[in-house]
């Protein structure tokens, strides 16, 4: 187990090996999980952003009477409890006297007397505890003192050996495959009694099992797999059952990842007060913004966490995950991913298919386009759009595959030898009079002053550089290039940036991976995997295409989780859309106040009770009491005052732009999350540090 389970518990000790408890983290392939207290242990309902392993729901009576201070509580108890006695004693000598003058018999029994007397105390001392235990909340006292007092003093009065099991035991002593044995499949419930399951194993087989009950005749099959493999069974293509250096808090079982804990405030809503905080991919599916300045801890608290969960959701074949960021950003080491994509790295054993794959060779030229543009020239987007899919398409058609870069650059430079030999491959192929227009199309706008194509190769000549050959390859002779469509298969993908040796060219490959994983994302034909994508910095990966496509992806299992230094790296005319576009919005301690601004108007006002208390001067009674306020004045030097109160309701934003700037503390941020079922959790201050 790792540091979760190095609690301390106490002096005692017992001759018996401590057991983890559900909460704790479990470790794949080690006997000291305990896999039934894990799988069965409750998970109660709660709002979005709720860890809810552990999670214990919040009494609002009980949290509104915990607001009241230790002694004026136990003051009030005992004023309460003084006064109770009084009336307890008076009470029924009282209700004693009014039966005697009113109902009683003159010659009594004995037995009667008794009964009579024990009713009367019963009924006043009811009404007495219920009147003065209302307004001493002697309930609460119980609650908070002399509860753990009992509770203690049991406790140590107990031998270890004789500890009564409690709700953690009652969980242990569950079948976690008992669903296996009802269906049919008790052959491999026992298999797997005798192994080491952690919580990959048990999700993936889980997931295996349900897939397995839809139709019954896949059940002998899945016990067949189970009976020869056990744990091992359906395991990921990589073999791989559990993540190196794995280091969050995970519950495969509802996909979530303890980030941190949620303060106990009263600007957070009361069922998140002192819960932990976790993201879902039922969050995640409608796309996170996190905005912070560098050191602030956006990669280390958020996207690092994320991708662990990614990463560990895929290996139990629930999602995919493509992670995007600088090759330096610690983003987790390359053995959590099966393909590593490292553009200006020899080393690397994959390259970036330029065009993702695409079917239609319009839109695959349409997306480059896109990705090659700065933001300063996206005027000429359409322009550029146009040109580029001139030469790929009728390059396709020829050559039956889509052209290199340095194949496209000199296409739409226009060179004599390369045009030449195109129009000969179509006119071999049977395609040049389709395609014979676009190429004609293309001369006459060679030697124009605004021809997007001499553009367009000039920006190609960033990818042309000795350090990404066969990064880019498409004829088979360079790396194996990944494709976007695989979105389909629980692959974990890491793309490592140049940012620091070609910064150029790393932000024409990032709005590239991006616009292709959100294209992909959202024309997946099988979506039973959630496709998760995090993009260490988004200043650069982010056009209006993909601000669109952020929007569609809530319906297709998919979102994002984009990080930014400032709201400032963005277009302005791309700020407000991207905002709109995500459900999810982050901010981290020292953003600037303009970018703040963005987020108060977001999270909008509610209604805060506000207290005014306005001192007048004293001017009531007679001669003598204005008399005495005179020698009061002359004695003291204080006027004296009446004081009045007014309580009303008024609208104030949830942060506003200054707090959000200069009051939030260090490891904390502010977040707002919405579901993809449509619900929402107004913004909430989160430690992120533990």
Request: hydrophobic share 45%.
């Amino acid at each position: 187990m790792a540091q979760d389970g190095a609690h301390h518990h106490g002096e005692r000790t017992t001759t018996r090996p401590p057991t983890p408890l559900p909460h704790q983290r479990p470790a794949a392939g080690t006997s000291s999980f305990d896999l039934a207290a894990w799988a069965c242990a409750p998970r109660p309902d709660a709002d979005p952003g709720v860890y809810r392993l552990g999670y214990r729901r919040v009494d609002p009576e009980r949290a509104e009477a915990a607001k009241v201070a230790t002694w004026p509580l136990l003051l009030r108890a005992g004023l309460n409890a003084v006064v109770a006695w009084f009336a307890f004693v008076y009470g029924t000598q009282l209700v004693l006297h009014l039966i005697v003058i009113t109902v009683w018999v003159e010659h009594p029994s004995e037995t009667l007397v008794t009964v009579v007397g024990l009713s009367v105390n019963v009924l006043v001392a009811a009404a007495v505890i219920k009147i003065f235990g209302r307004m001493g909340r002697w309930p609460e006292v119980w609650r908070r003192y002399v509860a753990p007092l009992l509770s203690r003093t049991v406790t140590e009065e107990q031998p270890v050996e004789e500890d009564v099991p409690g709700a953690v035991e009652a969980v242990r002593g569950q079948d976690p495959w008992d669903g296996l044995r009802r269906g049919g499949a008790a052959e491999a419930a026992v298999r797997l009694e005798g192994e080491a399951v952690g919580d990959v194993d048990y999700v993936r087989i889980r997931r295996a099992w349900e897939s397995a009950q839809a139709d019954p005749v896949f059940v002998p099959a899945f016990t067949e797999q189970v009976a020869s493999r056990g744990a091992a069974a359906f395991a990921h293509p990589s073999e791989a059952r559990e993540l190196p250096g794995r280091a969050e808090r995970h519950d495969l079982l509802l996909g979530q990842v303890r980030l941190g804990t949620a303060q106990d405030v009263p600007k957070n809503p009361l069922g998140h007060r002192a819960a932990g905080f976790a993201l879902d991919p039922a969050v995640l599916g409608t796309s996170l913004l996190a905005v912070g300045p560098a050191g602030t801890g956006k990669t280390a608290r958020l996207a690092r966490p994320v991708a662990e969960a990614l990463c560990l959701q895929a290996l139990s074949g629930t999602a995919c995950a493509v992670v995007v960021g600088a090759a330096d950003a610690d983003l987790g080491p390359d053995s959590w991913y099966d393909v590593v994509i490292a553009p200006g790295d020899p080393s690397s054993l994959y390259g970036l298919d330029l065009y993702g794959a695409a079917r239609d060779p319009d839109e695959a030229a349409a997306r480059l386009a896109e990705a090659l543009l700065p933001d300063e020239l996206t005027a000429r987007a359409e322009h550029a759009r146009t040109a580029l899919q001139q030469v790929v398409g009728p390059f396709h058609a020829a050559y039956g595959r889509y052209p290199g870069v340095r194949e496209l650059r000199a296409l739409l430079a226009g060179e004599p030898d390369v045009l030449a030999a195109l129009v000969k491959a179509l006119g071999v192929a049977g395609r040049l009079s389709v395609h014979e227009r676009d190429l004609e199309y293309r001369e006459r706008q060679r030697d124009r002053a605004d021809d997007p194509g001499a553009l367009l190769a000039d920006r190609l000549a960033l990818l042309e550089r000795p350090a990404f050959e066969g990064a880019f390859a498409t004829d088979g002779t360079g790396r194996p290039p990944f494709a976007m469509r695989v979105l389909d298969h629980p692959l974990r993908v890491r793309v490592k940036l140049p940012e620091r040796s070609h910064p150029e060219a790393a932000r024409m490959l990032s709005r590239l991976v991006v616009g292709q994983f959100v294209q992909a994302a959202g024309a997946r034909e099988d979506r039973s995997l959630f496709a998760g994508l995090v993009v260490d910095d988004a200043s650069a990966a982010l056009d209006a295409a993909a601000v669109r496509g952020l929007q569609r992806m809530r319906g297709a299992n998919a979102g994002a989780v984009l990080l930014l230094r400032t709201l400032v790296d963005l277009p302005e005319a791309l700020r407000a859309p991207l905002f709109g576009a995500v459900g999810c919005r982050m901010a981290f301690p020292g953003i600037a106040p303009w970018d703040g601004k963005l987020f108060s108007e977001a999270w909008g006002t509610h209604l805060v009770q506000e207290t005014a208390v306005t001192h007048t001067p004293d001017t009531s009674g007679g001669v003598i009491r204005r008399a005495g306020r005179v020698g009061r004045k002359a004695l003291s030097g204080t006027t004296a005052q009446t004081e009045s109160v007014t309580t009303r309701d008024v609208e104030r934003l949830r942060w506003s732009p200054s707090d959000l700037a200069h009051a939030l503390p260090a490891g904390h941020a502010v977040v707002s999350l919405t579901a993809v079922s449509g619900e929402q959790v107004p913004p909430l201050l989160v430690d992120l540090r533990g």
